[in-house]
T-cell receptor, first 115, second 112 residues
Framework: QQQVKQSPQSLIVQKGGISIINCAYENTAFDYFPWYQQFPGKGPALLIAIRPDVSEKKEGRFTISFNKSAKQFSLHIMDSQPGDSATYFCAASIVNSGSARQLTFGSGTQLTVLP | ETGVTQSPTHLIKTRGQQVTLRCSSQSGHNTVSWYQQALGQGPQFIFQYYREEENGRGNFPPRFSGLQFPNYSSELNVNALELDDSALYLC???????????FGEGSWLTVV
């Protein structure tokens, strides 16, 4: 119920191409879906996030598409750049009984953008 | 940079020992969460502290414990270290217990 499944595990894209990472969840109580970007040796950095009452959110080159009925969401990186090479994590969040916001992360996608 | 600072950045401990990791939250943030990230995996929620009390806990044994201080900084303590405790320990702060969290750079723990 708490699992978030992420695919693909790794992705290689040419510079200027579109990178697409997909996630699926089971628990319909999740109410917030962030994406994090992590560079080697660094902590995860919040990239973009969406709530389930919205089907799409765009910030610059990054877009989240959300399909509530299918319990799936995806990250699209337009015009991918070598500097985007990093590991991307989707997450699903719930506020538990103690009012703590708890994130459940996917397993990560290692993105490599070739110059 | 998120303004969340953690120390130490790296440390090596022996199995069975105890370790304390420290975190200073971003200015204006009163809530701290701790996550464990094993190599090649996504972070896993350990617990969250708000108003100096634990208000949520993931699937971690009691030998993982924490504290939050009046200035909102926090400590993560792990007793009886096991080899599988080797991981990146991430602290995250937020302006409230239900709000978006922002991660620090983490503390790398190696247990030998």
């Amino acid at each position: 119920q708490q699992q978030v499944k992420q695919s693909p595990q790794s992705l290689i894209v040419q510079k200027g191409g579109i990178s697409i990472i997909n996630c699926a969840y089971e628990n319909t109580a999740f109410d917030y879906f962030p994406w994090y970007q992590q560079f080697p040796g660094k902590g995860p950095a919040l990239l973009i996030a969406i709530r389930p009452d919205v089907s799409e959110k765009k910030e610059g080159r990054f877009t989240i598409s959300f399909n509530k009925s299918a319990k799936q969401f995806s990250l699209h990186i337009m015009d991918s750049q070598p500097g985007d090479s990093a590991t991307y994590f989707c997450a699903a969040s719930i506020v538990n009984s103690g009012s703590a916001r708890q994130l459940t992360f996917g397993s990560g996608t290692q993105l490599t953008v070739l110059p | 940079e998120t303004g969340v600072t953690q120390s130490p950045t790296h440390l090596i401990k022996t199995r069975g020992q105890q370790v304390t990791l420290r975190c200073s939250s971003q200015s204006g943030h009163n809530t701290v969460s701790w996550y464990q990230q094993a190599l090649g995996q996504g972070p896993q929620f350990i617990f969250q502290y708000y108003r100096e009390e634990e208000n949520g806990r993931g699937n971690f044994p009691p030998r993982f414990s924490g504290l939050q201080f009046p200035n909102y900084s926090s400590e993560l303590n792990v007793n009886a270290l096991e080899l599988d405790d080797s991981a990146l320990y991430l602290c995250a702060s937020s302006p409230g217990p239900g709000n978006t969290i922002y991660f620090g750079e983490g503390s790398w723990l190696t247990v030998v």
